[in-house]
């Protein structure tokens, strides 16, 4: 077995080397793809549809390679906070707070009447890059953590709870849904507590957690000057405390702070509390 030859001081020496060499290309992979995807998307033209397969594609392929035994784990974990996130795009695009995808979704049929496909796929994807990023490079175990746990267990009751809620509401009282400056409410009282919490709590977990969203601000911050500068999406509503520029490029100040800069750790604070073990 692969253990009983790493039990040979040479040859477990040379697994080591090959292991730090295969894990400095990636890194420089990941460093170099984001600006490749630019140049692709700006001279072909790429559509919103195909835009989270150019930017988030390639690296979540490579890291399912080195990575195997967590993919599956990740894939699921990474479809539970799905029904939430229909939550926050519905009341997004029934406010204007964004409008995704732009022109149109290619798909004949959206949820809710706003909700469109292109919107799950990428934000499926964001979930599972992100996670699997941060297991691979910064959250190392000897053994897997179980998907489902009482943790878990707890997390997917809340969002199902939540999306009844909302349910209910987009049936009875639609009204109630239509909540102003929602890119500022969402992003204060779901995005924000959860990192100040694991900070509070954890310090070393969250500089991990630190350090994997510097790098998603690098993949974000590209990813979204491109999707201005090509209008994948857009922020119709005035409903916004500012306003940032980045090479002549505008978008709302909540979209710079809260997707782009804090977004990745709001996700890995999640799920180091509900899924991991934060350590």
Known sequence: TLTTYLKNPEISMVYLYLMKKARFWNIIFFLVWPVAAVAI??????????????FYGPLAILLSFCH???VARTALISLLGLPLMIVVDYIAEVTGTWRWPLP?????????????VEV????YFHFFLVILFYEYFFDHHKKIKPAFTFRSSLFLRGVLVIFAVFVLLYLFFPSFVHIPYWYLIFGSLLLLPPIVLEEMRYPKVFLKIFKAGMYFLY??????????KLGWWSFP???FIGQVSFFGIQFPFEEFFFWIVIFTMAILSFYEYFFDDER
């Open 41 to 54: 998307s700006l001279i072909y033209g790429v559509s919103a549809f195909w835009s989270p397969f150019l």
């Open 120 to 123: 799950l796929i990428w934000i």
């Open 68 to 70: 195997r035994k967590y």
């Open 104 to 116: 149109a979704s290619i798909f004949p049929f959206t949820l809710f009447n706003y909700v469109s």
């Open 237 to 239: 509503s005035g409903q």
């Open 219 to 228: 993949l974000n911050l590209l990813y979204e000057l491109t999707a201005i």
